[in-house]
């Protein structure tokens, strides 16, 4: 909270599982919270698979930082390993990326 307060219009990206996420007490936070979430369509369905959505997180966070994001909207512009952002499946509160699910090995 102490970084967030010297921001305008804070506002905390969350690329943490829901798990580590809870941990930090979110409605404590001085700040706008946006989610991001990761799906893999399959048979015409998207759902989150823990492994992916793990493996997509570190990318974006690598994207991030890599690309030096300030804009928020930057983010949307994410198509590592052909993830890409869903209008549909997000709001102002949740950006959701999806991408065709990888075949089994």
Known sequence: NFDLDKEDAPLLINLASNEYFKAIKP??????????NFKEIKN?????IAIFAKQARGM?????????????????????EGYSYSPADSDDKQWTFC???????
Do not use: C, W
Request: glycine letters at 2%; zero cysteines; charged letters at 35%.
């Open 99 to 105: 991408r065709r699910q990888p075949p089994s090995k």
């Open 44 to 48: 015409g369905k998207a759902k989150t």
């Open 27 to 36: 409605r404590k936070l001085h700040a706008a919270v946006l989610n991001i």
């Open 60 to 80: 974006m966070t690598e994207y991030i930082l890599k690309n030096k994001i300030e804009d928020t909207d930057e983010i949307k512009k994410f198509t590592t």
